[in-house]
């Protein structure tokens, strides 16, 4: 069946743009999650959602961060005010269980 | 939060022998262990998982154990080959969760040569 798949795979934008960067999960799959990875770094969280449950965001690492799902299914995560710090690869995952999360391929984010 | 350290940054080995790669932590004990794949340009791939309560879990070529006194999982990939060349890492989720975010570490970029 068809894995996470994530939009756009790349994007450049300027400094001060806003951008967004999208997640389709699994179908079924009621957890959605948003990491991102800088060259070099692991995997940092950035946000979490569960069903109709609130989302954790606690790793967003500012408020120019925030992320949507709609009908439980789609995610945005949006960035507005893009810094050059912000330049990493986004991935997005999805589970069903308490265990494996499905990555997508991710979105290589470059702030210029 | 937790921190986590998997020795050595890259792991270069000939086919045919055991790579063993080593992930500490340092806070809570979690209720488990991931460990997970990561090809260049691709998200991570889920590998296996160990609960506190296992001492060791095996799949194929792969076998990892989890040590809650030494606070350390080693994954060990048996009779090794060039396509196994990768970068793994480990996962941990929050204290007290089963669900939610993970912990990641920063991987170990393993490199099998003929």
């Known amino acids: 069946g068809a894995g996470v798949s994530q939009s756009p795979s790349n994007k450049v934008t300027e400094k001060g743009k806003d951008v967004e960067l999208r997640c389709d999960p699994i179908s079924g799959h009621t957890a959605l999650y948003w990491y991102r990875q800088s060259l070099g770094q692991g995997l940092e969280f950035l946000i979490y959602?569960?069903?109709?449950?609130?989302?954790?965001k606690s790793g967003l690492p500012s408020d120019r961060f925030s992320a949507e799902r709609t009908g439980g299914s789609v995610s945005t995560l949006t960035i507005q005010r893009t810094q050059q710090e912000d330049s990493a690869v986004y991935l997005c995952?999805?589970?069903?269980?308490?265990?494996?999360?499905?990555f997508g391929p991710g979105t290589r984010l470059t702030v210029t | 939060s937790q921190k986590i350290e998997q020795n050595s940054e890259a792991l270069n080995i000939q086919e045919g022998k055991t790579a063993t790669l080593t992930c500490n932590y340092t806070?809570?004990?979690?209720?488990?262990l991931q460990w997970y794949r990561q090809d260049p340009g691709r998200g991570p791939v889920f590998l296996l998982l160990?609960?506190?309560?296992?001492k060791e879990k095996r799949k194929e070529r792969l076998k990892v154990t989890f040590d809650t006194t030494l606070k350390q999982s080693l994954f060990h990939i048996t009779a090794s080959q060039p396509a196994d060349s990768a970068t793994y890492l480990c996962a941990l989720p929050d204290r007290g969760s089963t669900l939610g975010r993970l912990y990641f570490g920063r991987g170990t970029q393993l490199t099998v040569w003929p």
């Open positions: 995952a999805s589970s069903l269980t308490i265990y494996e999360q499905y």
């Open positions: 160990i609960r506190e309560n296992e």
């Open positions: 959602f569960q069903g109709n449950s609130a989302p954790d």
């Open positions: 806070n809570y004990s979690p209720a488990y």
